[in-house]
């Protein structure tokens, strides 16, 4: 009996995930983050072998920390070895962080700013990092030692922005008998074995004594999965329960009358601050924000940051965020958020003009800018014109690729359960059924693309579709 090799294995499961979080594979631009370690030079082995099976582009970032009396030198000088080697181009940048506290932090915010530059400057797609399953394991159990919630729970995410994180499936172990069979060379970082880091502490002490009774490696990827989960239903229920409105300049205005309760309150602030605008916010942060929130006065500051100011509204029960610097955060949320306004609730079919929705963008788009990856659904419309949201009805035809096709057909094709229907939203413009969209509160993905036009004297209205 053949069994299947730990390189067959790893290539294939890397294969999948692409597959799953990448379209047009063949024609994709990855930035592999190396630090020279195990991790990481495992992984640059296994896309060298994907490159020769689909074609797409390598670029590599290395960071040299300048530190461990030229350790970190060392380091650098494998990596760039290996670009040579492969003929990859090396983006390899030096920070001095031998005098700053903090170490790990800091070096992880100068690591993802320069990787956001770089895929920025260079029209890359995804920044690849070699997380594993035990990166993620460790950083589960410093958050629940920490303090934290059902979103801290979650682990390290699969996909992030465009940070993908193909070896999260596999543990340490995996690593080490792939970089054995397959003599990759790599540096094993000294400071590794430091007690002094919480990470090092986790790893060398707690996880071999708690693994002297329990199996942490098992039970603590299926409570990061439930966790998942248990965020995921809780974030479609907040976004059911808030009305968010956007300005252009980057104000963001939440309304909602069950901001009052705390834990409302709590998850809508989480939601909108992490997942919409990529900003930190801890728990501590938010606990203040809501002590704020809940004194008898209107338009107080409940935060202040180096991005925004997080104001109550005149309103009352209602949030408005301001950016005050022309942040990357910024750029993020003016592209690429989504617009909720118009979604019909309950049934009911709702019609705005496009003067009435708060957040547009310039039309600088043409038919080869749109695709899986774009993360939007465009629509091009004439100021005049209404669109209207609403339910399936009987008849209802879209046009594809120049054919028509009713709904009911390719509701069938696409094999959506009862849910899946009664939940989809029509979008209709002068008569006319431009899109479907699956999820109504836009979370999933949508069907049809035939309303893409490179008619420039038309403006654009962006709704977020970002695939999961």
């Not at 631009?29 to 082995?45: I, P, Q, R, T, Y």
């Not at 962080?97 to 800091?106: G, L």
């Not at 003016?334 to 617009?339: A, D, I």
């Not at 009805?393 to 879209?398: A, K, L, S, T, V």
């Amino acid at each position: 009996m053949i069994t299947e090799s730990i390189k067959d294995k790893m290539t294939a499961t890397i294969d999948n995930f692409l597959n799953r979080y990448c379209s047009n594979i063949s024609s994709r631009h990855f930035l592999l983050s190396l630090s020279g370690g195990k991790d990481s030079m495992v992984l640059a082995d296994l896309f060298i072998i994907l490159k020769e099976k689909y074609g797409f582009k390598i670029s590599v970032f290395h960071l040299d920390h300048m530190t461990r009396n030229g350790e970190s030198a060392k380091d650098a000088q494998l990596v760039q070895d290996f670009c040579s080697d492969n003929r990859l181009t090396c983006y390899n940048h030096e920070h001095d962080f031998c005098n700053s506290s903090n170490f790990e932090e800091k070096a992880r915010d100068v690591r993802y700013s320069l990787m956001e530059s770089l895929l920025d400057q260079h029209s890359i797609d995804h920044a690849i990092t070699a997380h594993t399953l035990s990166d993620s394991v460790e950083t589960v159990l410093m958050r629940v030692f920490r303090g934290t919630s059902i979103h801290g729970l979650q682990g390290i995410p699969a996909c992030r922005d465009r940070y993908l994180r193909p070896l999260l499936a596999f543990h340490t172990e995996d690593i080490l008998l792939y970089a054995r069979d397959y003599n990759v060379n790599y540096r094993e970082d000294s400071t590794n074995s430091s007690l002094s880091y919480d990470r090092n502490f986790i790893r060398h002490k707690v996880l071999p004594l708690i693994s002297e009774r329990f199996n942490p490696v098992k039970s603590i990827p299926i409570l990061i999965d439930h966790a998942g989960s248990a965020n995921k239903l809780l974030t479609e229920f907040i976004k059911e329960k808030i009305t968010i409105s956007r300005e252009s300049g980057g104000l963001v205005l939440i309304v909602s009358s069950l901001l009052e309760d705390k834990i409302y309150f709590s998850y809508a602030v989480a939601y909108i601050m992490r997942d919409l605008l990529h900003l930190k916010i801890s728990g501590a942060q938010i606990e203040e924000m809501y002590r704020v929130f809940v004194i008898k006065k209107t338009h107080i500051t409940l935060m202040k940051s180096s991005s925004v100011i997080v104001q109550k509204g005149r309103e009352g029960a209602s949030i408005v965020i301001r950016f005050i610097t022309s942040s990357d955060q910024k750029t993020k949320f003016m592209n690429n958020s989504p617009v909720t306004a118009g979604i019909p609730m309950e049934g009911k079919k709702t019609e705005l003009l496009y003067n009435d929705v708060s957040y547009t963008i310039s039309a600088k788009m043409n038919t080869n800018s749109y695709n899986a990856e774009s993360r939007a659904l465009f629509l091009y419309i004439n100021n005049s014109e209404t669109i209207t949201f609403r339910k399936r009805e009987p008849g209802d035809r879209i046009r594809r690729n120049g054919m028509g096709r009713s709904l009911k057909r390719l509701s069938i094709d696409l094999k959506l359960s009862h849910l899946q229907k009664e939940k989809a939203v029509v979008v209709v413009i002068e008569n006319k059924v431009v899109a479907f969209l699956i999820d109504p509160y836009l979370t999933e993905y949508v069907i049809d693309d035939s309303f893409l036009t490179i008619d420039k004297s038309k403006k654009i209205l962006a709704i977020h579709c970002s695939q999961k």
